[in-house]
């Protein structure tokens, strides 16, 4: 079974195509860095029309560099939420009416089910069920997935998103979108311990985040100073510092809270570089084994939602020809993923 995967819900226009014998076939993105940087962040309008611009040039070019056909393809996945509303019309848009047109089944994929199933398409592959964290733009979230499409948020940010927590603080730094691999790269010229910033609700039982108030604090102190690159280089040391140690708490206390052996960590924080040092430290001294999609599964990408739809589909769900897309939707309202006795690939087809 070919599947087409499709992901727009942000700023990456991504394709893919997974097939459940060979594996997957290809996972290729359209960037919109360049857009939306001199903004300083995502411009939701423009980031609907770069998506369809980009989406059909880049489904032809799967297709092409694979050798497939459409006629080949099996089902269409694509992004239905959570994300931006224009963003995610297109996909849906696109993704619904190429598989009318070729008379196959779509399924509307939750974007965060992508990113909780992508460890998946490892050789490598966790087993279930295992402790999750989140940590991308839009979301940041310790997730208990207990099986297929049964999952329960055990803490999730109360306010900004990690991700967006760099975002932010990296234009209050001068630079460049997106802020988070700037600050890392700047990081590394910091001095350890000129400033130090506060791990937000880290003394608190809860598995919640916040991280508003270590923006705001840091902003505060970036006032205060004037802003040489030896200064900007210890403010990225400091804040990175204080962001990624918030996360690696309540990531030890769930996993002590689950007593789970196993985590994955998905989303496009979990490319920076500190915050896999540590965890692989606290994996060791806890004796559980973490893992890390590689770079192109963390991100956004096609290849999580042809996955995840694939699941789905080949356990029987089924949708209706009219569609519908929800920029906000919770990740425990998803029904179970059953009769998927095991995903390997010559099992199913
Ligand atoms: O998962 P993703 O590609 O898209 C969303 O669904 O949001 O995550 C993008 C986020 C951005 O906020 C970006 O600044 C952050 O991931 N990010 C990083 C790093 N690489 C990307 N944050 C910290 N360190 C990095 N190396
Ligand atoms: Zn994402």
């Known amino acids: 079974m070919k599947v ?14 997974y097939d459940s014998e060979a594996g997957l076939l290809i996972n290729r993105f359209s960037s919109q860095i360049d857009i939306h940087k001199i903004y300083g962040g995502v411009v939701p309008e423009l980031a609907a029309r770069d998506h369809i611009r980009k989406v059909i040039p880049l489904i032809d070019a799967v297709l092409k560099e694979t050798g497939l056909d459409k006629s080949s393809l099996d089902a269409i996945a694509y992004t239905a939420g959570p994300g931006l509303v224009g963003a995610l019309l297109v996909g849906a848009t696109v993704g619904r ?10 399924i509307g994929v939750h974007h965060m089910e992508g990113h909780l199933l992508s460890p998946m398409l490892e050789n490598d592959a966790p087993q279930l069920p ?17 099986s297929l499409g049964n999952y329960k948020i055990l803490g999730e940010t109360r306010d900004d998103a990690v991700g967006e927590a760099f975002d932010k603080f990296a234009s209050v730094l001068d630079l460049p979108y997106p802020g988070g691999p700037s600050i890392e790269k700047c990081a590394r010229y910091g001095q350890p311990g000129r400033f130090r910033f506060p791990r937000p609700m880290s003394g608190q039982a809860t598995l919640d985040f916040s991280f508003s108030g270590l923006k705001t604090h840091a902003v505060m102190e970036v006032a205060r100073h004037k802003l040489d690159e030896k200064t900007r280089a210890d403010f990225a040391y400091a804040f990175q510092d204080a962001a990624i140690d918030a996360l690696v708490v309540k990531l030890q206390r769930a996993l002590k809270q689950t007593g789970y052996s196993e985590i994955i960590i998905a989303g496009g924080v979990g490319a920076n570089k500190l915050l896999r040092e540590r965890i692989d430290g606290l994996a060791k001294t806890l004796g559980v084994r973490a893992y890390f999609p590689s770079l192109e599964l963390c991100t956004d990408n096609g290849a999580m939602i042809a996955y995840a739809g694939y699941l789905r589909l080949v356990s029987g769900y089924e949708e209706n020809l009219d569609f ?12 179970a993923i059953d009769n998927v006795i095991r995903f390997e690939s010559d099992s199913i087809s």
């Open 97 to 106: 009416s190429l598989a009318m047109a070729l008379a196959i089944p779509a």
């Open 324 to 335: 519908s897309v929800f920029p906000r939707w919770s990740l425990e309202s998803l029904p």
């Open 4 to 17: 087409l995967g499709i992901e727009t819900s942000c700023d990456d226009t991504g394709v893919a195509i």
């Open 130 to 146: 295992f402790l999750s964290l989140l940590v991308s733009g839009g979301h940041t979230m310790l997730v208990d997935v207990r």
